[in-house]
């Protein structure tokens, strides 16, 4: 699902229109237009929650087509909104979308994670007492029947040496300093099966049904060694699970999707009709249009998890429309998305500007990785410069994919450094503009073989 949002935007209350678009500013270059009709858009999910029941079920979401070529963060837009809103976020293909389901191990895990976070204290607490036990463990009771020796008495569990003892160790476990210990700890284990292997293939529904039916006593203990640091967090998420109370956790998850869930429809362009059209592709095309109305229309979708309603899901579509044009879409679909956006394609300054300014500029990214082999990149301003002059050239001459191109030329610009880098020790390498054009200029120079290569 790239770090989170910072915590003062979590709160609903505190997603202004202005903190989204400040938000999207930090991973997305430009687009402004695009960026303030989605953040109105999700504001208005929180008025709606502000308004009085009747009216609140009355007022629709409206949902938003962007448009504008490949490459220039239609899709990332969409993302970094739902995971700046913590909602549940689903992409999906036009021509393929009834092969998605709209509830899925997305929205469950999401909840499941920010539950575990709420119950991690008393787990925590619970894991350094199964913890504590191993280290010290509880005197044995005598079988029941055994005669006591003269004078023998029946053992508690901890007496009160013992309870001293297991203090002291709480504070030694608590301060760090055992973190060095082995220990031997039980875990439940759940062996993988056959069903895990589907998962992830587009059979999730087929799968998640096939595991309820699996008996729940499959899961067996395993002991494992482990350095008590790891036993300890490996104690705490067990003792979490346990504490999730999983029916409530899949009713959150209906209700989380049904008010704040977002689908993006990408490549909508492909399933619009050609002027003229009629037959043929065409026929197909409206056929797919008009299975999608309904389920943007709004309408009860059946889940594992039981029916759902898709009247308040905000949908987000989006298409190049080089060749058709939205109003080629069927008119009650056209309807169904009342603001449309213009995306910009991306200019040299654009792309000097995702090359550095960004929090997970590639810049930044490739200076991180390559520190790792304590090989030092100074990439210089004219290198960047480079950089995003090739990239428009290349997009000009071939298919303009927008932004995308950044990767391919940064993969070929340090290809050879990323290597050789094991092997450079300890060293600064500078990245100037000669250096990319040594790097990219017979490639740019042989037209043929730059359409393979960048």
Do not use: C
């Amino acid at each position: 699902m790239s770090s989170s949002p910072p915590p003062a935007l979590r709160r609903p209350q505190d997603l202004t229109p202005r903190a989204i678009v400040e938000e999207l500013d930090r991973y997305i270059v430009g687009q402004r237009a695009a960026k303030r009709a989605v953040a109105v858009a999700l504001r208005n999910r929180w008025r709606r929650q502000q308004v009085a029941p009747p009216m609140r079920d009355e007022i629709a979401p409206k949902n938003i087509m962007l448009i504008g070529p490949t490459g220039v963060g239609k899709t990332e837009i969409a993302r970094r909104l739902a995971r700046l809103a913590g909602a549940p976020f689903v992409k999906v293909e036009a021509s393929k979308f009834t092969e998605v389901g709209y509830v899925g191990r997305d929205v469950e895990s999401m909840l499941r994670d920010e539950e575990r976070e709420r119950v991690r204290p008393r787990a925590r607490e619970n894991a350094e007492e199964r913890l504590l036990d191993v280290l010290l463990p509880p005197a044995p009771r005598p079988r029941p029947g055994t005669p006591l020796a003269p004078g023998q008495e029946i053992a508690v569990a901890h007496p009160p040496a013992d309870n001293a003892t297991r203090e002291n160790l709480r504070r030694l476990l608590r301060e760090g300093k055992l973190d060095d210990k082995m220990v031997e700890i039980d875990t439940s284990d759940a062996p993988p099966s056959f069903i895990d292997v589907f998962s992830g293939t587009g059979m999730e529904e087929m799968v998640l049904n096939l595991r309820d039916m699996m008996p729940q006593g499959a899961r067996r203990t395993k002991r494992r060694r482990l350095p008590l640091p790891e036993a300890l967090e490996a104690l705490t998420e067990e003792e979490a699970n346990k504490l999730i109370d999983l029916e409530r956790l899949q009713k959150d998850a209906l209700r989380r999707a049904e008010q704040a869930g977002i689908i993006f429809i990408d490549e909508i362009d492909k399933v619009a009709g050609r002027e003229g059209g009629g037959h043929g592709p065409d026929v197909s095309r409206e056929g797919v249009q008009r299975d999608l109305l309904p389920i943007v229309e709004g309408s009860t979708v059946s889940t594992k998890y039981g029916p759902l309603r898709t009247d308040h899901v905000l949908f987000i579509a989006a298409g190049a429309f080089h060749v058709s044009k939205p109003k080629d879409l069927i008119p009650e679909l056209q309807g169904r998305f009342p603001i449309r956006v213009e995306l910009e394609s991306l200019s040299d300054q654009d792309f000097v500007r995702i090359l550095t300014e960004p929090e997970n500029a590639l810049t930044k990214q490739y200076t991180a990785l390559l520190s790792t082999e304590k090989v030092t990149l100074d990439i210089h301003a004219d290198a960047v410069a480079e950089i995003a002059r090739i990239a428009t050239l290349v997009n000009s001459r071939m298919e303009n994919i927008g932004a995308r191109r950044l990767h391919t030329i940064m993969e070929r610009v340090l290809d050879d450094l990323a290597f050789e880098a094991p092997e450079l020790g300890q060293t600064t390498i500078p990245i100037t503009a000669a250096y990319v054009r040594d790097r990219l200029g017979e490639i740019l120079k042989d037209e043929d073989l730059s359409q393979y290569i960048l």
